[in-house]
């Protein structure tokens, strides 16, 4: 099969031949229809995270199922499913408590196959590594059967690949790791992908005002277009103060959905009395966010979000049934769709933040 690997961390990433095993008893062989290109990739192809090499990077697909292992009857050949960038294992302590997106179980890698049994994935007699135990960015993945959620086979395949990342995290952090109030207020730091689905779950959850705050004028058109009722460009000022003014002493709930450590900081200082932050971006490793301690005195909360506290089985299924339902915005996120062979310019696109751009989508054929 044909995947994009990487090779060296900061160099562009190569097309090329994979080979590709069998189904264990407890894998799932996907043909890849449609895969997101996410910034999270671009933080291991850049360098700010460590990757083992040579990988293949990407996590936010959706394809159908071609091969099922001897365990496996959660799905059959034909079906639809959208893949799990956190698989779950369903018998530890956070699991048996809702919490999948914290299985213990994933650390050691549980979901990859075990030490002296064949790669999944080789060229040559060399192991390819593979991300998140899934590795999209190829025409066909082989992962663990508790790393997808099957869907319903109406649902487009390139916006459900989106379901994969950007929605469950995005709308999961307001829904699950937040819990927003109706009638509150939000400011969202951020208008990429994850920073949209942030924006549109408020809005869908009947905050009063969402706020959207980004450095490009296009994003924050855009972000009107899935629920902000406000809008602050960062290049024009104290963001802090205008959200403290346009609020009467700041917003209940805010997200950051960069990655930055200034932004991060500016996610908190935004706060009413009470309120509290949620850190969704990949902040590099080694950097740490400074908060002016008296402040924590009036109950204000700096909090964690990763893949948006998700039961991956039941809200992805009823996240795409807010699609059907017209009240989920995802073919508005989608600015391009490209071929593998389009990879590296897209994550040039991610790199130079371009305004346009929300969600490229990768199809294959």
């Known amino acids: 099969m044909k995947a994009a690997v990487l090779r ?16 264990g008893p407890d894998e799932v062989l996907i043909r890849t229809v449609a895969s997101g290109v996410c910034h999270s990739d671009l933080h291991f192809v850049d360098g700010y995270y460590p990757c083992t ?16 292992g001897s365990n496996v009857s959660y799905v059959k050949p034909g079906d639809h499913v959208v893949t799990i960038l956190s698989p779950f294992c369903g018998e530890c302590e956070y ?39 899934l590795s999209s960015y190829a025409e066909q993945m082989l992962v663990h ?37 109706p009638g509150s207020t939000v400011a969202v730091f951020g208008c990429g992908g994850i920073g949209l689905m942030c924006i549109n779950a408020a809005y869908i959850a009947g905050a009063s005002r969402v706020i959207a705050i980004d450095m490009e004028g296009a994003k924050l058109n855009l972000a009107k277009g899935f629920g902000a009722t406000d809008v602050i460009n960062a290049k024009d000022g104290d963001v802090v103060k205008k959200l403290q003014e346009m609020t009467g002493g700041g917003v209940h709930y805010s997200f950051e959905a960069i990655g930055l450590k200034s932004t991060a900081e500016q996610a908190f200082k935004s706060l009413r009395h009470g309120g509290t932050a949620t850190i969704i971006g990949m902040i590099p490793v080694g950097t740490n966010i400074e908060i002016h301690g008296p402040e924590l005195l009036r109950e204000r909360k700096l909090q964690g979000a990763f893949m948006g506290s998700n039961r991956f089985r039941i809200d992805m299924p009823r996240f795409i049934e807010y699609y059907m339902q017209g009240r989920l ?14 990879i590296n310019d897209a994550l ?8 346009s751009v929300a969600r490229q989508v990768i199809m294959f054929n």
């Open 145 to 181: 059967q508790r790393a997808i959620a099957k869907i319903r086979n109406d649902m487009p395949l390139d916006v459900a690949a989106l379901v994969g990342c950007a929605v469950v995290t995005g709308l999961g952090s307001v829904f699950q790791t937040a819990r927003i109030e």
């Open 95 to 133: 699991c048996l408590s809702g919490r999948m997106s914290l299985c213990v179980q994933v650390n050691p890698n549980y979901a990859r196959r075990k030490d002296g049994e064949p790669p999944r994935l080789s060229v040559g007699s060399v192991p390819v590594f593979q991300f998140g135990g």
């Open 8 to 23: 060296e961390q900061k160099k562009p990433l190569v097309i090329e031949d994979v080979e590709i095993a069998k189904p």
């Open 329 to 342: 915005k995802l073919d508005e996120l989608i600015s391009d769709r490209i071929g593998l062979n389009d």
């Open 53 to 68: 090499l040579p990988a293949i990077l990407g996590h936010e697909s959706a394809g159908v199922v071609e091969q099922v």
């Open 348 to 355: 040039a696109n991610l790199r130079a933040a371009k305004g």
